[in-house]
């Protein structure tokens, strides 16, 4: 089942969808009527589309005023799509299973560098329809998905469907938002909804096999492989092997002893089963690993990785906010400190006289004793008490500011 993450994820969905039952007007450069998805299983995504899938898409679809963008083909790892531009899709509806739209192809679809796309899609859909099909890109909406898985689980924690006809309990496509909705060939017979060149698809596949069968070092870009991890691909491929006794002589893989019926080749739903008991508290990382093709001890082994992730950045975050918290406690000892000066030396904003030091004191009571002294002695009948008073209260006049001491 595809990997249900916490944020969009994009993905290329082709079904049977087609121009077989369209209506063609070249005059007009209008295709009216085809098919853009058809309910049911969608082959090589590991999904099931319902009436709420299709329903998201024909809502999605009509929100775009001036329509959904159609390309020639998706964009593949040897081309970006540019110069791919057909047209607009509008129009959007639901037709029993199927939803359809009609596509307005646009002038300039002739002028591209590959060619005149338009004349030639128009002349395809009208001549020969059943060679032709559409393919839409889009996100998922991963929350609304596994609240549906929820909702579905059984006494055992396992997904089953509500309908019927999904006899391998695929997961419930939902819809996020609709990026295009491209022409291909038959999506039927192909999956993956190329329409390349042969010499594209032959250096793709010899790229993806040189890695497989350790011819080449390097990694190829993912997206050969629907996005899947190629070291994955490549492991599936030589356990493969070995579980059903094959081995590569030459250019061709022999089977030795096989097992025609391969007994042990274990279902999707099997497959999702074991993971889900082997991680009960994470069912999305379950989803992945599955899809990924790991056994469960190399999930565990991942999931030991992403624990060891999880608690580093836990303990960074932690870190960071204990910085935080020691600066802000600095701060308000400092700020605390303040305010505590403020209230010992006088009121905030008044003028604070500070009290006279002992030492201006002593210095004015010593400076009026010698005053005294020398008064008392040249003037008979003044009393002593008399003269230091009046020689302290001169050094008073001097200093105010030790006056009652």
């Avoid at 590991?46 to 390309?71: C, H, L, P, Y």
């Avoid at 017979?189 to 032959?202: D, I, K, M, T």
């Avoid at 010899?206 to 997206?223: N, S």
Wanted: aromatic share 6%.
């Amino acid at each position: 089942m595809p990997n249900i993450s916490k944020k969009p994820v994009r993905q290329r969905l082709s079904l049977a969808g087609s121009m077989k039952n369209a209506q063609v007007d070249v005059d007009a450069q209008l295709i009216r009527d085809f098919a853009v998805i058809t309910a049911g299983e969608a082959i090589g995504h590991f999904m099931w589309i319902d009436q709420t899938f299709m329903s998201q898409v024909v809502e999605a679809g009509n929100a775009k005023r001036q329509g959904v963008k159609v390309r020639f083909t998706h964009p593949g790892l040897c081309n970006d799509g540019l110069g791919k531009f057909l047209g607009r899709a509008k129009s959007y509806r639901l037709d029993g299973n199927i939803v359809r739209a009609d596509l307005h192809v646009s002038e300039v679809a002739d002028e591209s560098p590959d060619g005149k796309l338009g004349s030639y899609i128009l002349r395809m859909a009208e001549k020969e329809p059943d060679m032709l099909g559409a393919s839409i890109v889009f996100y998922h909406d991963p929350d609304a998905e596994k609240e549906f898985i929820e909702e579905n689980e059984d006494d055992e924690g396992d997904f089953v469907s509500p309908d019927k006809a999904n006899e391998d309990d695929l997961m419930h496509a939902r819809l996020d938002s609709l990026v295009s909705t491209d022409v291909v060939d038959d999506p039927a017979a192909n999956p993956g909804g190329f329409l390349s060149a042969p010499q594209e698809l032959a250096a793709l596949g010899e790229l993806a096999c040189r890695y497989i069968f350790g011819m080449r070092d390097a990694e190829p870009p993912a997206e050969i492989f629907g996005g899947l991890r190629p070291q994955r691909v490549r492991e599936f491929i030589r356990e493969f092997l070995s579980r059903n006794d094959l081995t590569i002589s030459g250019d061709t893989p022999t089977a030795l002893s096989g097992d025609e019926n391969m007994g042990d080749k274990k279902s999707v739903k099997e497959v999702l089963t074991a993971m889900q008991k082997a991680f009960p508290e994470d069912a999305e990382f379950a989803m992945a690993s599955a899809i990924s093709g790991l056994s469960v001890i190399e999930a565990k082994a991942e999931y030991c990785d992403k624990l060891q992730a999880e608690l580093a950045k836990v303990k960074t975050e932690a870190a960071e906010a204990l910085a935080i918290q020691t600066a802000e406690v600095t701060r308000l000892t400092e700020e605390n400190a303040g305010i505590k000066k403020d209230l010992l030396t006088g009121t905030e904003g008044a003028e604070h006289v500070p009290e006279p030091e002992a030492a201006s004191k002593e210095a004015a009571m010593a400076a009026a004793e010698k005053v005294a002294e020398a008064r008392v002695g040249a003037e008979p009948g003044l009393s002593y008490q008399q003269a230091y008073a009046e020689a302290y209260q001169a050094e008073i006049a001097k200093n105010p500011a030790i006056d009652g001491a």
